[in-house]
C-alpha cells in the first residue's frame, strides 16, 4: 500500500510569512500533484510534477518533486489570507496503482491579516 | 454551468435508512471516482470506474455500493447507513487519455449526517 505522508497538519501564519509545506513517501510516484480545497467546495488542482528535481512556480507558489520520485513540497513566498484553504499532496503511478491517486492526509493553512 | 455536480449537497438520516449520492459530469471523462473525506485523513477512495462496465472497489468500499448508469452518471449508495459513514463525500472524473498522472477533477460534495 502506498502512502503519503504530508506535514504539518495545520500551519497557522501571519500575512507576509513565508512557508513549506512537505509530502513524503517511501513509494516512488509517476507524478505528484497538488490540490487545494475551500470550505463547501471540492479540491481544485493547482500543479502537477512529473520529472525528479523538477520545480514548476505558480506566482507566489514554488513546486518541487524530489530527485527520486519519493517526495514533494509547496513552498508559499509571503503568504495572503487568499492563500488560507486546505492543501493536498497527490500521487499517481502505474501498476496494480494505475488511474488511482494515493492522497496525503492534507495541510490546514490559515494566514492571518 | 459546473462541470461535476452532486445530489444532494446536504443530507441528515438516520441509522439503517439506504441512501443514494449522485454524480453528474458533462467534461466527457471515461474515470469516475467517489472519495470520502474525514478531518486529518484527506481522501480515501471507496469506488471508481474506467468506464460504463468496469467497476472497482477503493480501500473503503465495505458499507457502500455504486451503480455506473451512464458515462456522465454514478451513483454511490449506503445500503444501511451507520453514524460512523458520517463524512463528505466527493465524486471526481479523470481523462482515459491523461494516463498515470491522472489529473482529477471534483464535484462540490456532499455532507452526509448519519444520526
Known amino acids: 500500500t502506498q502512502l503519503l505522508e504530508q506535514s504539518p497538519q495545520f500551519l497557522s501564519i501571519q500575512e507576509g510569512e513565508n512557508l513549506t509545506v512537505y509530502c513524503n513517501s517511501s513509494?516512488?510516484?509517476?507524478?505528484l500533484q497538488w490540490y487545494r480545497q475551500e470550505p463547501g467546495e471540492g479540491p481544485v488542482l493547482l500543479v502537477t510534477?512529473?520529472?525528479?528535481?523538477e520545480v514548476k512556480k505558480l506566482k507566489r507558489l514554488t513546486f518541487q518533486f524530489g530527485d527520486a520520485r519519493k517526495d514533494s513540497s509547496l513552498h508559499i513566498t509571503a503568504a495572503q489570507p487568499g492563500d488560507t484553504g486546505l492543501y493536498l499532496c497527490?500521487?499517481?503511478?502505474?501498476?496494480?496503482?494505475?488511474?488511482?491517486?494515493?492522497f496525503g492526509q492534507g495541510t490546514i493553512l490559515t494566514v492571518h491579516p | 454551468d459546473a462541470d461535476v455536480t452532486q445530489t444532494p449537497r446536504n443530507r441528515i438520516t438516520k441509522t439503517g435508512k439506504r441512501i443514494m449520492l449522485e454524480c453528474s459530469q458533462t467534461?466527457?471523462?471515461?474515470?469516475m471516482y467517489w472519495y470520502r473525506q474525514d478531518p486529518g485523513l484527506g481522501l480515501r477512495l471507496i469506488y471508481y470506474?474506467?468506464?460504463?462496465?468496469?467497476?472497482n472497489k477503493g480501500e473503503i468500499s465495505d458499507g457502500y455500493s455504486v451503480s455506473r448508469q451512464a458515462q456522465a452518471k454514478f451513483s454511490l449508495s449506503l445500503e444501511s447507513a451507520i453514524p460512523n459513514q458520517t463524512a463528505l463525500y466527493f465524486c471526481?472524473?479523470?481523462?482515459?487519455?491523461?494516463?498515470?498522472?491522472?489529473?482529477?477533477?471534483f464535484g462540490p460534495g456532499t455532507r452526509l449526517t448519519v444520526l
Open positions: 497527490a500521487g499517481a503511478a502505474g501498476g496494480t496503482s494505475y488511474g488511482k491517486l494515493t
Open positions: 510534477v512529473v520529472t525528479g528535481g
Open positions: 467534461k466527457g471523462h471515461d474515470r
Open positions: 470506474s474506467f468506464d460504463v462496465k468496469d467497476i
Open positions: 513509494s516512488v510516484f509517476s507524478s
Open positions: 471526481a472524473t479523470s481523462d482515459l487519455w491523461a494516463g498515470t498522472y491522472n489529473e482529477q477533477f
